[in-house]
């Protein structure tokens, strides 16, 4: 089994950033690709980013790219999602999910998931 354990979120101004984190625990070994999704209330959960585990090779939903950064410390066991420029329709949870098979975008193909962080932007 793998445990990840999402963290970083918290409120912050419109203009502003934040970096959440996800410790991977277990069976950290299994895994190909660790991703971002967020779900803000009422909508469906939407991909943000993946990463692979081994190479750092990142993927990113195209709405998203050049406001969020993905990353991964093997060492630490930890990925890291750098999100600048936020505005409210960031306000999220976020969740990270690790996946056994190929980088993907859809939540199906994700086997293990944190618990969430909730992302407020203020405006």
């Known amino acids: 089994q793998v445990q990840l354990v999402d963290s970083g979120g918290g409120v912050v101004q419109a203009g502003g950033s934040l970096r959440l984190s996800c410790g991977v625990s277990?069976?950290?070994?299994?895994?190909?690709?660790v991703g971002w999704f967020r779900q803000a209330l009422g909508k469906e959960r939407e991909f943000v980013a993946a990463?692979?585990?081994?190479?750092?090779?990142?993927h990113y939903a195209d709405s998203k790219k050049g406001r969020v950064t993905i990353s991964r410390d093997n060492a630490k066991s930890t990925a890291y999602l750098q999100m600048d420029n936020l505005n409210a329709f960031d306000t999220a949870v976020y969740y990270c999910?690790?996946?056994?098979?190929?980088?993907?975008?859809?939540?199906?193909?994700?086997?293990?998931w944190g618990q969430g962080t909730q992302v407020t932007v203020s405006s």
């Open positions: 990463i692979t585990w081994a190479g750092g090779t990142p």
């Open positions: 999910a690790a996946s056994r098979g190929p980088v993907a975008a859809t939540i199906a193909d994700y086997n293990f």
């Open positions: 277990g069976r950290a070994f299994s895994i190909y690709a």
